[in-house]
C-alpha cells in the first residue's frame, strides 16, 4: 500500500522566496512523517509497506511488527531526515521506507533498539549507504542496478563527498579548532589540511566511532605472570611499531594471522591499521565495489588514510602497540617517518615484517581477493611493488630494530622464517611484554630477563644489518628516483598507513 500523493495547485502569483516554500515544503514533510509514524507505533495494521525506486518497480519491505521501536529517538531521526535532505538527493519516500523497516524489527532485538536508532541518525546526517539500506531501494530483478531511490555520486571519492570547504585566509570568520570536533579533535587539529579534506561534523563522528573500533581490540597479556592472566592495553615499555611490507596478494594478514594462531607472533596486543579493512566501514565502500570496483580502492584512499594516520597518533600517543599494514615501497618517505618517530616517541621500537611470495601466486591471490573485496588493484601496480619493496627494504631494514623475512609460499605447509640467523624462539621473544601493574620481586626479576633477552637479541640483528647499514647510502643510489614512481604522495602515511 502506497501513501497518496497529493500535488498542490499552480500558483501563478509568487509572493514568497524560493527559500520560503522550501522550508514550508519541509515542515509539512516532517510533520507528514511524525503523523505517518505514530500511526504505526500504536497499531499493526499494516504487515507490510511498499516503495517505489526511481523506474516505477514495485519494491516490497517486510515488517513484522510494531514500531516501538522510535520511542522518544523518532523527533530526533525525523528532524535529522529533514536537515539532510536540504543538501542531498535523498527521496523521501526513502527516509519513510527506512524509518518503517527499522521500526518494524523483532521484539527479540529490543536490547539492540538504541544502537540502531543511532546506527540510523548516523546514516541520515552522514549521507551515508548501507548494504542494508541498499536492499530496500533496488528490487534484484531490476536490470539497472544503479537505479536507486538515492543517487549516490559514485564519481566523487568519500573525500570529495564529505569534505567542506573552509579558506585559510584572515577573513575566514571560523576559528580552527571549530573545525575539529568528538574526543579526537585534538588530534585532527594537528594534521595537514593542505593534503586532507575537511570533513563535515557528522562524517568526523562516524570516523571516530570506527577509530574507537579498532583501539578497542588490543589486550597485552602480561610475560612476566603467564599463569596469572594479567592483561592490559598498554605495555610498561617499549612499545611496538610493526610494519608489514610486501606486496598485495603476498600474504600479510594471513601470514600474521597464521603467525597469531600459532603462537608466534600476540596480534591482539596490537592496534592494527589497515587501511583496507578501515575502508570496508565507510558505508559507501560496498556501493563502490558493487558498481565501480576498479575504482573503490582509490575513491576511499583518501579518507581511509586520514582515519589511519588518526588512529595510529592515538594508539601512539596513549603507549600503545601499533601494526601497520602497508608495502613500505616509499623507502624516502619512510626513512624520515622513522627518525619522527624516534624524535617523538623516545622508548618506540620499530619493527619491520617483510613477507614474500612466488610472483604467480601474488597476483592469483589478488585476483581472487578482488573477487571478494570487489576492489581490484591493477596488474602494473603488483609489478611496480614486487619490483621496488625488495630494493626499499635493503634502505630501512637497518633502521629499524628488528627485521624478519618471511616466505608465505602456498608451495609450503607453514611459514618460512628467511632471516639468516634468527630462530622462531628468537622472533616470538621479542614480542614479549608486562603490564603497567604493582611490581613485586619476581615481577621485577622476570622484566630484567626479558629485557637483557632483547637485548641480546637486537645486538645479534644489529650485527646482522651492520653491512646493510655501511652500504645504506650506495643502496639509495641504486634505487633510481624511476623505481619510485606513482607518484611518493600516494604512498604517504595517509595512503599506505
Known amino acids: 500500500m502506497c501513501a497518496p500523493t497529493s500535488t498542490s495547485p499552480t500558483n501563478t502569483k509568487v509572493s514568497k522566496s524560493s527559500s520560503t516554500t522550501t522550508s514550508s515544503s519541509h515542515s509539512k514533510v516532517s510533520i507528514f512523517i511524525l503523523v505517518l509514524t505514530t500511526l504505526f507505533m500504536s497499531s499493526r495494521m499494516m504487515d507490510w509497506i511498499r516503495v517505489k525506486n526511481e523506474d516505477g518497480q514495485q519494491c516490497g519491505i517486510n515488517s513484522q511488527n510494531d514500531a516501538s521501536f522510535f520511542g522518544s529517538n523518532v523527533t530526533k ?8 535532505s536540504a543538501s542531498s538527493s535523498v527521496s523521501w519516500t526513502y527516509i519513510v521506507s527506512q524509518l518503517f523497516s527499522y521500526g518494524f524489527q523483532s521484539r527479540e532485538e529490543g536490547e539492540q533498539e538504541n544502537s540502531k536508532a543511532e546506527e540510523l541518525e548516523k546514516w541520515v546526517t552522514s549521507f551515508g549507504f548501507t548494504n542494508r539500506a541498499k536492499e530496500y531501494t533496488n ?34 570568520t571560523q576559528p580552527q579548532q571549530q573545525r575539529h570536533y568528538g574526543k579526537f579533535a585534538s588530534i585532527r587539529s594537528t594534521l595537514d589540511y593542505t593534503y586532507h579534506g575537511n570533513y563535515t561534523q557528522s562524517r568526523q563522528i562516524l570516523q571516530d566511532s ?7 581490540t588490543a589486550t597485552i597479556i602480561d610475560s612476566s605472570s603467564p599463569n596469572s592472566n594479567h592483561t592490559c592495553t598498554t605495555p610498561s615499555s617499549n612499545p611496538w611499531i610493526v610494519f608489514t611490507a610486501g606486496a598485495m596478494g603476498a600474504g600479510k594478514s594471513y601470514t600474521i594471522k597464521h603467525l597469531h594462531s600459532t603462537n608466534r607472533f600476540p596480534l591482539n596486543s596490537f ?12 558505508p559507501e565502500f560496498h556501493l563502490y565495489a558493487k558498481h565501480t570496483p576498479q575504482y573503490a580502492g582509490e575513491r576511499t584512499r583518501k579518507e581511509a588514510g ?22 613500505l615501497r616509499d623507502y624516502k618517505w619512510y626513512t624520515e617517518y622513522f627518525g619522527s618517530l624516534r624524535r617523538e616517541y623516545e622508548e618506540i621500537q620499530i619493527g619491520i615484517l617483510h613477507i614474500i611470495a612466488p610472483r604467480d601466486a601474488v597476483f592469483e591471490r589478488a585476483e581472487i581477493r578482488s573477487k571478494m573485496t570487489g576492489r581490484i588493484v591493477p596488474r602494473a601496480t603488483l ?16 633502521l629499524s630494530d628488528f627485521f624478519a623475512e618471511l616466505n608465505n609460499s602456498p608451495d609450503n605447509d607453514d611459514i618460512e622464517l628467511m632471516t639468516e640467523g634468527l630462530s ?17 620481586e619476581e615481577r621485577i626479576e622476570k622484566e630484567e630477563e626479558i629485557g637483557e633477552t632483547k637485548d641480546e637479541s637486537q645486538r645479534t640483528s644489529r650485527q646482522r644489518k651492520g653491512v646493510a647499514r655501511e652500504n645504506n647510502e650506495d643502496a639509495k643510489e641504486n634505487v633510481s628516483s624511476t623505481s619510485t614512481m606513482a607518484s611518493i604522495h600516494d604512498y604517504k602515511i595517509r595512503s599506505r598507513l
Open 77 to 84: 531521526i525525523a528532524n535529522g531526515a529533514v536537515k539532510s
Open 424 to 440: 622462531w624462539d628468537e622472533f616470538r621473544r621479542q614480542w614479549d611484554q608486562t603490564c603497567l601493574l604493582e611490581k613485586d
Open 306 to 327: 586520514y582515519i589511519s594516520e588518526i588512529l595510529t597518533l592515538v594508539a601512539l600517543q596513549n603507549g600503545m602497540n601499533v601494526l601497520v599494514d602497508g608495502s
Open 210 to 216: 570506527i577509530i574507537e573500533s579498532f583501539l578497542n
Open 383 to 398: 609489478e611496480e611493488a614486487l619490483e621496488q619493496v625488495p630494493k626499499s627494504i635493503q634502505i630501512l631494514g637497518p
Open 271 to 282: 592496534v592494527t591499521v589497515d587501511p583496507d579493512d578501515i575502508r570496508r566501514h565507510l
Open 139 to 172: 528490487c534484484g530483478d531490476n536490470k539497472d542496478e544503479r537505479s536507486s531511490i538515492i543517487d549516490y555520486p559514485l564519481h566523487l571519492s568519500t573525500e570529495e563527498h564529505h569534505t567542506i570547504s573552509l579558506p585559510h585566509h584572515p577573513s575566514n
